[in-house]
């Protein structure tokens, strides 16, 4: 399993293109899904997403992490090297910290 990491945030590449993931959660669980593409901080951290993304309304979990969001684009935050993320991928931190949001 390949994965991507920033500091406290993992991303991990989903073997779908959006368009599958749109028609899956479209048959199982909604009408259909609304993308978002402005700029977000991930899980409230100083980890800011530019790209395209999907808040999914209901948390899964994968690796042990509640998952909630799907990503494409670009991660910064400081002291670290932004993450160019190309493709679906799930995104989480690091479970168990003290302080989610004050994690670097």
């Excluded at 073997?15 to 959660?25: C, G, M, N, S, V």
């Excluded at 402005?38 to 530019?50: D, K, Q």
């Excluded at 395209?52 to 494409?72: A, C, D, I, M, P």
């Excluded at 991928?89 to 910290?97: D, E, K, P, S, Y």
């Amino acid at each position: 399993m390949s994965y991507r990491r920033q500091g406290d945030i993992f991303a991990f590449p989903l073997p779908y293109t959006w368009e599958d993931l749109e028609k899956a959660f479209e048959i199982c669980y909604w009408n259909s899904l609304t993308f978002h593409h402005e700029p977000t901080h991930i899980n409230n951290t100083r980890h800011i997403l530019t790209g395209k993304y999907l808040n999914l309304k209901r948390e899964y979990s994968l690796f042990g992490q509640l998952v909630n969001l799907v990503v494409e684009g670009v991660v910064k935050a400081p002291d670290h090297t932004p993450m160019k993320l190309e493709g679906p991928h799930a995104i989480g931190q690091t479970a168990f910290l003290y302080s989610p949001p004050e994690a670097d």
